[in-house]
């Protein structure tokens, strides 16, 4: 399916051939994430290499609570083609609602003259974290369908006389 292990973490290109009226204002690439794709770890490529590590630590704090916050531009040098003068940094929030909050609000968007590229970063869960991922997303879909039940109008009930 990839390529490479680092594939998944390239920025798409803008979907073009959406219909009109399912277009939305602005352009969006199309990616869909699943569980386990999703993650409290993210990768942020494209902070200018002008010792930013506190301004995007700060910024990111504004989502949430970070656990960690590093440069991991030496370790994906190796392994991908990064763009020239640019730091990559590897975040861990507190809670994976915080991760998403940072991602759809800080993706595509400028910083200090660059343009940032978020990503998740399931590969550095441990299986522990893994584990606790599913068992709150089951947890969490239970909640919705019992919910969801609780929401609906009794049904009607035939009477066999007539």
């Known amino acids: 399916m990839e390529s490479t292990p680092a594939e998944h973490h390239k920025r798409l290109e803008y979907c073009t051939t959406r219909l009109q009226y399912r277009q939305g204002r602005e352009l969006k690439a199309v990616k869909v994430y699943t569980v386990a794709s999703e993650s409290r770890h993210m990768l942020v490529f494209g902070v200018p290499k002008v010792n930013l590590h506190s301004n995007i630590k700060n910024k990111l704090q504004c989502f949430g609570k970070l656990q960690s916050c ?9 392994k991908m083609e990064l ?35 978020i990503s998740y970063a399931p590969e550095r869960e441990t299986h522990q974290e893994l584990r606790d991922k599913f068992q ?25 006389d007539a």
Request: with cysteine; hydrophobic share 40%.
């Open 136 to 160: 709150r997303r089951q947890i969490e879909v239970a909640q919705r369908i019992k919910r969801n039940l609780a929401e609906q109008p009794p049904p009607i009930q035939k009477n066999k």
């Open 70 to 78: 590093t440069c991991v531009t030496t370790e994906f040098a190796q």
């Open 83 to 117: 763009e020239a003068f640019t730091d990559v940094f590897a975040v861990q929030f507190e809670h994976l609602e915080q991760a998403r909050r940072a991602k759809r609000q800080l993706d595509a968007k400028q910083f200090f003259g660059g343009i940032l590229h």
